[in-house]
């Protein structure tokens, strides 16, 4: 009984140098979602070291479990708030991307509205500009230029016969001649440039002599007496001269009717060469020469005697 006691006694005794086992609780976390708020509290011991006194291994694996627990823990805390911190990368990058397209767009809407602003300023620039030359160019229009003819003064005036350049006996003219205007400019903002076609003296459709006046410019309001000689050396007649009377001698015994024929052009600047009203007078003069006295000059007066053709 002793032995068998003795032999209970000893296998359920403990080694003095063992030390007590600890206890721990676990808080189960299960209860907060299911049991409304309650905690349920286990109790557990570490497992009894082993007879060949081998060292517990509960606190090195708690030890490890709980530091795994940390680690795990800190590593999907430093996940999660990488990829909260992309994610806010992402948002700016995303709202910067929008501003500048609305920027952008913005910038393309403005150049736009500029680009239209000065086509327009310039169509209506060009519109006011072309309104304004068609108002100076219709009132420089009224200001018509004039001519006034005077006279036409011969100082020579001979028939005669002769030769001609391929040698037909025809009857030869001389006549030497001034004629004498006046031009007038009657515009009051403006100066002329004045030209002229050459001065026919014509009998009987042939010209018989020829005068150029030289160009000049007229100011504005103002007006020039005009001199030109019109002259012609043995200009064959034909058979024209049949019809005048000619005294042996060369000289004339009636009238002769002559024809006196120009285009006097002239040109105003108003506006550079942007607005030049232009001005054409196709004069057109009966003459009647009539001489007395070959050696005698004769002057006859154009003024009733011309017509103007604007």
């Not at 063992?18 to 209860?31: E, K, M």
């Not at 003064?153 to 350049?165: L, N």
């Not at 459709?205 to 019109?230: C, D, E, W």
Request: aromatic share 8%; glycine share 10%; hydrophobic share 30%.
């Amino acid at each position: 009984m002793s032995t068998q006691g003795k032999t209970d006694s000893d296998d359920t005794s403990f080694p003095a140098s063992s030390p007590h086992r600890p206890l721990y609780f676990v808080q189960s976390p299960s209860g907060d979602s299911h049991d409304g708020g309650k905690t349920s509290l286990s109790l557990h011991s570490t497992p009894a070291p082993s007879p060949m006194g081998s060292p517990p291994h509960s606190n090195s694996s708690l030890g490890r479990h709980s530091s795994s627990t940390r680690f795990s823990g800190s590593g999907k805390t430093s996940t999660h708030g990488g990829h909260q911190r992309k994610g806010e990368k992402s948002w700016k990058e995303f709202d910067k991307i929008e501003e500048e397209g609305l920027l952008e767009y913005e910038g393309a809407r403005r150049r736009h509205s500029r680009r239209c602003y000065i086509i327009a300023f310039v169509i209506g620039f060009f519109l006011l500009f072309s309104l304004f030359s068609l108002i100076l160019l219709c009132v420089s229009k009224t200001h018509k230029p004039t001519i006034t003819m005077e006279s036409i003064r011969f100082q020579q005036f001979v028939i005669q016969a002769g030769i001609d350049s391929s040698g037909v006996a025809t009857d030869m003219v001389s006549v030497n001649t001034i004629v004498k205007f006046k031009f007038r400019n009657t515009a009051t903002f403006f100066g002329l440039h004045v030209t002229s076609t050459p001065l026919h003296l014509s009998f009987s459709k042939l010209n018989v002599a020829t005068g150029v006046m030289q160009k000049f410019y007229q100011p504005r309001n103002s007006h020039k007496s005009i001199k030109v000689v019109v002259r012609g050396t043995n200009i064959p007649l034909y058979g024209g001269g049949g019809s005048l009377g000619i005294n042996p001698n060369g000289t004339l015994t009636g009238a002769v009717p002559l024809t006196l024929s120009f285009t006097v052009r002239s040109r105003g600047n108003v506006l550079g060469r942007l607005v030049r009203p232009k001005f054409y007078m196709r004069m057109n003069c009966a003459v009647a020469m009539d001489f007395g006295n070959p050696k005698k000059k004769v002057s006859v007066p154009l003024k009733d005697s011309c017509t103007c053709r604007r």
